[in-house]
Antibody, heavy 118, light 107 residues
């Protein structure tokens, strides 16, 4: 059974860059699409973007200028960088796997809360 | 972007009763609609894709219907473990968007 685990700093200062990594275990990162999705505390879900194992990406236009998603197939990991963060970027960040570029993810990580605060 | 609107925001239901949740899209998404269940402190769990196809391991008490702009999730007989927040999500157009959620609570 594939498992996804998010890791990275839980506290980021305003204007700095949020960096998270998702480690995939129990399966290969190849042949799938991998997404980052976030959820501010007590609020709904927002798709940040996705990456194919080959490296092609697609980002939410609302975040595109600040987002970079990358993949490291040798480590079975993919990563998120979100620059110039503000308090509005405080959220639980989930990584997820899906079979097609826009198909719903069937596997999710447990999520990690990242707080933006000085 | 396509705006997804869910109603009601909160649904109070007694165990064993039926729950009907609605989701409306601001433009047609064909049948490219998914439903998720989320419990406190957990990631969303995929229930239904293609508007009506249950994901692996999802019991038949969950059913989805609709196409175009109007969709429904029905839970035929609520069990204690079904009390949660439910989200719809369209995957017809980028960016993929979610509804605001319906909280199903114990009456």
């Amino acid at each position: 059974q594939v498992q996804l685990q998010e890791s990275g700093p839980r506290l980021v200062k305003p204007s700095e860059t949020l960096s998270l990594t998702c480690t995939v275990s129990g399966g290969s990162i190849s042949s799938y699409y991998w997404s980052w999705i976030r959820q501010p505390p007590g609020k709904g879900l927002e798709w940040i973007g996705y990456i194919f194992y080959s490296g092609s990406t697609n980002y939410n236009p609302s975040l595109k200028s600040r987002v970079t998603i990358s993949v490291d197939t040798s480590k079975n990991q993919f990563s998120l960088k979100l620059s110039s963060v503000t308090a509005a970027d405080t959220a639980v960040y989930y990584c997820a796997r899906h079979r097609g570029a826009v198909l719903p993810p069937g596997f999710w990580g447990q999520g990690t809360l990242v707080t933006v605060s000085s | 972007e396509i705006v997804m609107t869910q109603s009601p925001a909160t649904l109070s239901v007694s165990p064993g009763e039926r729950a009907t949740l609605s989701c409306r899209a601001s433009q047609s998404v064909s049948s490219n609609l998914a439903w998720y269940q989320q419990k406190p402190g957990q990631a969303p769990r995929l229930l239904i894709s293609g508007a009506s196809t249950r994901a692996t391991g999802i019991p038949a008490t969950f059913s989805g219907s609709g196409s175009g702009t109007e969709f429904t999730l029905t839970i035929s007989s609520l069990q204690s473990e079904d009390f949660a927040v439910y989200y719809c999500q369209q995957y017809n157009d980028w960016p993929l968007t979610f509804g605001g959620g319906t909280k199903v609570e114990i009456k």
